[in-house]
């Protein structure tokens, strides 16, 4: 485990780093997870060896530090990654990332260019969406107020999750998990999309195939980014196709332009 002092006060980021050769690859978990549990059999798969892999929990997730002061938009979280990569001697890497965690790459790599060289978005979100209340997710998340988050609300969530989300998200900061989904279901200004848009580094965007082409694929391909469909799995394609995630992330790193 290494870590990071990314904040003014010292508030550290932590990861589970992995010896290979350069350039790394970084590997970015969703709201309310944590990489090493989500990433750690797609980083030994064979097909991705080799490389110095950083498996890295957002501040307010995981090993991570949970500041209640943080205010946990998409801009500050990929800031505060950034000064982690920065510690960590990381410059042009291979950033892999699940859901929320591809809002902040995107982000990352739009503000902090010299850090990315690839992108490989798994199931990313890449627009604002109206928070809904009762529904599982940000969008539930985000239907409640801080205050009544707090004050109980997270249960709910918590019942919503089920206990395979749950067995990570228990180790988010309750400030975090709200504050993160709150930001995440606002976007960014312009959207992560358009962002991504704009990126000239080679990107590629994974989804269910099951969930149908996602929106804007049409768009994206025409910027260059690679959309690929994964079957047979839902959301978390590295946990439920662990071979195929690896051999779609591998193909997606070796590929020219």
């Known amino acids: 485990m290494r870590d990071a002092a990314v904040t003014p006060g010292g508030d550290r980021i932590r990861w589970v780093e992995l ?41 307010g997730h995981g090993i991570s530090d ?32 699940h859901s929320m965690g591809g809002s902040v790459v995107v982000v990352l790599a739009s503000r902090h260019p010299r850090l990315v060289s690839r992108l490989v978005l798994v199931d990313a979100n890449l627009d604002p969406v109206t928070p809904v209340s ?17 004050a109980g609300g997270w249960q709910h969530i918590r019942d919503l999750a089920g206990p395979h989300w749950w067995s990570t998200m228990r180790l988010t900061g309750l400030e975090a998990l709200h504050r993160s989904a709150v930001h995440l279901t606002r976007g960014t200004t312009p959207t992560m999309r358009e962002l991504l848009v704009e990126l000239s580094i080679p990107r590629t965007f994974l989804y269910p195939a099951a969930d149908g082409s996602p929106a804007g694929a049409d768009t994206l391909s025409e910027a260059g980014v690679r959309v690929v469909p994964v079957p047979d799995c839902g959301h978390n394609i590295m946990l439920d196709q662990p071979d195929a995630f690896a051999r779609e992330t591998a193909a997606a790193l070796s590929a020219h332009g």
Do not use: K, M, N, W
């Open 19 to 59: 010896p290979g050769q350069e350039p790394a690859r970084v590997y970015v978990h969703g709201l309310g997870a944590t990489s090493p549990a989500y990433f750690a059999q797609a980083a030994a798969h064979p097909l991705l060896t080799g490389r110095r892999s950083l498996l890295v929990d957002l501040l």
């Open 66 to 97: 949970r500041p209640t002061d943080f205010d946990y938009s998409l801009e500050s979280h990929a800031d505060a990654l950034a000064a982690a990569l920065t510690y960590a001697g990381v410059t042009g890497a291979e950033l892999v990332a």
């Open 134 to 150: 009762g529904a599982p997710g940000s969008s539930g998340i985000a239907a409640l107020s801080e205050p009544e988050f707090l």
